[in-house]
Every structure is written in structure tokens, then in C-alpha cells.
């Protein structure tokens, strides 16, 4: 199914202001008619206004307006008639109707506002919600709900993402799918947890995430960028049938799920700690060589190879320990 545009009915004010003086005719018609009539002549003229006003009704769901990014896909009797876009005052055939299978569909996105009528009444005033048969060209934002998926290493990770969309095809969107803003949802997951399970939380050895044989240092925490770009084109590839063009994919929540996110926390701390250590470590051993080696230079003390390895084990203790040092004061001889 190709989309039909019609261009050539932007005439709305032109055939309003026929209809409206086809009516005053209509009514004078009337009026002359009557007042024929009792004096004794043809009553052809009130006939034919009268007529005129039980039908003249017909030609009003002819007219539709449409604001910008706005599109109406119409079908005559059951076929495809065409697609009207652009903002203006357009007149279609009275006989043909709007299709928008999603129209009452409201997703947890930008675009779906509800349109609401009241009326008031005896009884108080009555609001009603009418959904639109008009379709959005905008862009539109589509934040679906947070996943619970298992990365590449069987974690289980929380993982949502804001998708932004827009209508490119109408006539695809509305009589290919049965309904383009929940097959566009259904997707959106699909290709997500189709993603997300090819990637470890983070960088993990011995993982391959581009498919080409080698480990790689992707993940899912520090390649989001590449991450989101690989489901983007994911889900474009699915929702192309729908006439949807998706502009941009993004990460919008990530996280280890609750029932390792405790341990996953040690994890990390317990990773933390040891890099810490490591660099206290070396600058504890740059330090004492550097004291060594000034001590010898400036021959400020003689030290045999005994006391150099015990000074060097207290000084690695004082640097590296997790408590301040308590000095200790040798009053008497160095030997």
C-alpha cells in the first residue's frame, strides 16, 4: 500500500460560501413559494427549496481542516481514496471517512493528548473524551516502560529507552499494521532485549559484542552511544513496514536489577578497593626508594642491609596501613 496524496481539494471556503448561498436561495425559495402558493400559483419553487434544505446537509462532512504536521487518510466505500496533508480548509467527497486505528491508543508519549468535549446539561456538565481520526506527522517521543533483561554474562539488568518517531508513510502506518503506535511499542522492546542481551553491564574479558570473532571492551554502561545506534537501526528495520521513520534511540535508565544489586555493589567496591590499594602500593615504594637513595647520597646514615630492610618494612607499613601510625621514640643507641 502507497500513499495517494491529494492536493488538488485545498477549496473549503470557496465551496462553504456556495453552500451557504444555496441555503439563502433555498430559504427565499421557501418564503416566495408560500407566498405563491396562496395567491394561487406554482408551488414548484417551495417544493424545490424545501428539498434543497432536507439535503443540502450532505456536503458539510465534506469539510475538514487540518493544522501543520497534520494528515487525514480518507477511504470512499471501503477503498483508499487518498491522503490529505498540509494545513489548510479542504472539501472531499461528503462520503468519504478518516481511518486512524490508533486513535484511541495512548502510550506513555509525547503527542497522544486527549481531546475532551463537555457539555452541560440539567444534571450537571458531562465531559467526554473524542479521539482525533487525524494523524500526527510530528516528532514524537515514545518512553517505554523500564525491562528487566539478562546481558551477555545472564546478569539481570534494568534497562529503558525513549525512542523518537514520526510518521513518514500514511498509508503503511494505517492499513498495514492494525494498530502503528502499539506494533511500534511491541518492536521497541523486542529490539531491545534483542540488543541488550549481546552486551555484559560492563566490560568483561573474553566478550565479543560486534559479532567479528574478537573480544572487544563493549558494554553497556560505557558504549551507550553504540548501543543505542545498534537499536535504532534494530528497530527501524522492523518498523519500516509501518511507514515509521525512528529519528533517535536513547538509554534512558540502566541498572543491575534489585536482587544483585547488592552484590554487584561489593563487586564494584571490592574492584575499587584493590585498584586503590595498587596505587597506594607503588607511591609507598616510589616513596621509600626516594628515601633511600637521599639517605646515601648525603651519607646522612649508614645502614647495612638488615637495617635497610627493616626500614624499609616500616616505612610500607606507616604508608600502606589503613590507620595513622603510632610513633615509637628510640631513646638509646641505633644499634
Same mark, same amino acid.
Given at each position: 500500500m502507497?500513499?495517494?496524496?491529494?492536493?488538488k481539494?485545498?477549496?473549503?471556503?470557496?465551496?462553504?460560501?456556495? %453552500?451557504i448561498?444555496?441555503?439563502?436561495?433555498?430559504?427565499?425559495?421557501?418564503?416566495? +413559494?408560500?407566498?405563491?402558493?396562496?395567491?394561487?400559483?406554482?408551488?414548484?419553487?417551495l417544493i424545490?427549496? *424545501?428539498?434543497?434544505?432536507?439535503?443540502?446537509?450532505?456536503?458539510?462532512?465534506?469539510?475538514?481542516?487540518?493544522?501543520?504536521?497534520?494528515?487525514?487518510?480518507?477511504?470512499?466505500?471501503?477503498?483508499?481514496?487518498g491522503?490529505?496533508? +498540509?494545513?489548510?480548509?479542504?472539501?472531499? =467527497?461528503?462520503?468519504?471517512?478518516?481511518? =486512524?486505528?490508533?486513535a484511541?491508543t495512548q502510550?506513555n508519549q509525547?503527542?497522544?493528548?486527549?481531546?475532551?468535549?463537555?457539555?452541560?446539561?440539567?444534571?450537571?456538565s458531562?465531559?467526554?473524551?473524542?479521539?482525533?481520526?487525524?494523524?500526527s506527522l510530528?516528532l514524537?517521543?515514545l =518512553?517505554?516502560?523500564?525491562?528487566?533483561i539478562n546481558?551477555?554474562?545472564?546478569?539481570?539488568?534494568?534497562?529503558?529507552?525513549?525512542?523518537?518517531w514520526? *510518521?513518514?508513510?500514511?498509508?503503511?502506518?494505517?492499513?498495514? $499494521?492494525? =494498530?502503528?503506535?502499539?506494533?511500534l511499542?511491541?518492536?521497541?522492546?523486542t529490539?531491545?532485549r534483542?540488543?541488550?542481551?549481546?552486551? #555484559?553491564?560492563d566490560?568483561? #574479558?573474553?566478550?565479543? %559484542?560486534t559479532?567479528d570473532?574478537?573480544?572487544?571492551?563493549?558494554?553497556?554502561?560505557?558504549?551507550s552511544?553504540?548501543?543505542?545506534?545498534?537499536?535504532?537501526?534494530?528497530?527501524?528495520?522492523?518498523?519500516?513496514v509501518a511507514?515509521?521513520?525512528?529519528?533517535?534511540?536513547?538509554i534512558?535508565?540502566?541498572?543491575?536489577?534489585?536482587?544483585?544489586?547488592? $552484590?554487584m555493589?561489593?563487586?564494584?567496591?571490592?574492584s575499587?578497593?584493590?585498584d586503590?590499594?595498587?596505587? *597506594?602500593?607503588d607511591?609507598?615504594?616510589?616513596?621509600?626508594?626516594?628515601?633511600?637513595?637521599?639517605?646515601?647520597?648525603?651519607?646522612t646514615?649508614?645502614?647495612?642491609?638488615?637495617?635497610?630492610?627493616?626500614?624499609?618494612?616500616?616505612?610500607?607499613?606507616?604508608l600502606?596501613g589503613?590507620?595513622?601510625?603510632q610513633? $615509637?621514640?628510640n631513646?638509646?643507641?641505633?644499634?
Open positions: 502507497n500513499e495517494i496524496l491529494i492536493n481539494k485545498k477549496n473549503g471556503m470557496a465551496v462553504l460560501l456556495i %453552500t448561498l444555496l441555503h439563502i436561495l433555498a430559504v427565499v425559495a421557501v418564503i416566495f +413559494g408560500a407566498i405563491t402558493e396562496e395567491a394561487g400559483g406554482s408551488p414548484a419553487l424545490v427549496g *424545501i428539498v434543497y434544505l432536507c439535503i443540502g446537509w450532505i456536503v458539510i462532512p465534506g469539510f475538514k481542516v487540518l493544522r501543520p504536521q497534520e494528515a487525514l487518510v480518507l477511504t470512499l466505500f471501503g477503498k483508499y481514496a491522503t490529505l496533508k +498540509g494545513d489548510g480548509f479542504y472539501f472531499v =467527497n461528503p462520503f468519504c471517512v478518516a481511518v =486512524n486505528p490508533a484511541k502510550l509525547s503527542g497522544d493528548v486527549k481531546t475532551t468535549l463537555t457539555a452541560v446539561t440539567a444534571q450537571g458531562v465531559s467526554a473524551e473524542i479521539p482525533s481520526k487525524k494523524l510530528k514524537m517521543t =518512553n517505554n516502560n523500564r525491562q528487566k546481558d551477555c554474562l545472564g546478569n539481570p539488568v534494568e534497562i529503558g529507552i525513549a525512542v523518537t514520526k *510518521i513518514v508513510d500514511t498509508a503503511k502506518a494505517v492499513f498495514n $499494521v492494525d =494498530n502503528f503506535k502499539e506494533y511499542s511491541l518492536q521497541c522492546d529490539a531491545l534483542n540488543i541488550v542481551r549481546l552486551y #555484559p553491564y566490560v568483561a #574479558p573474553n566478550v565479543d %559484542t559479532g570473532g574478537l573480544a572487544d571492551d563493549g558494554s553497556l554502561r560505557g558504549s552511544d553504540i548501543v543505542a545506534g545498534r537499536i535504532r537501526d534494530e528497530i527501524q528495520q522492523r518498523v519500516e511507514g515509521i521513520e525512528i529519528i533517535e534511540a536513547r534512558t535508565y540502566l541498572a543491575y536489577a534489585t536482587e544483585i544489586a547488592a $552484590v555493589l561489593q563487586r564494584q567496591q571490592a575499587a578497593i584493590i586503590a590499594r595498587k596505587m *597506594i602500593v607511591g609507598a615504594v616510589g616513596m621509600v626508594e626516594m628515601a633511600l637513595e637521599r639517605l646515601n647520597e648525603k651519607q646514615v649508614v645502614l647495612d642491609e638488615e637495617r635497610k630492610a627493616a626500614m624499609v618494612s616500616n616505612l610500607l607499613v606507616v600502606c589503613n590507620h595513622d601510625a610513633p $615509637v621514640v631513646s638509646g643507641s641505633l644499634y
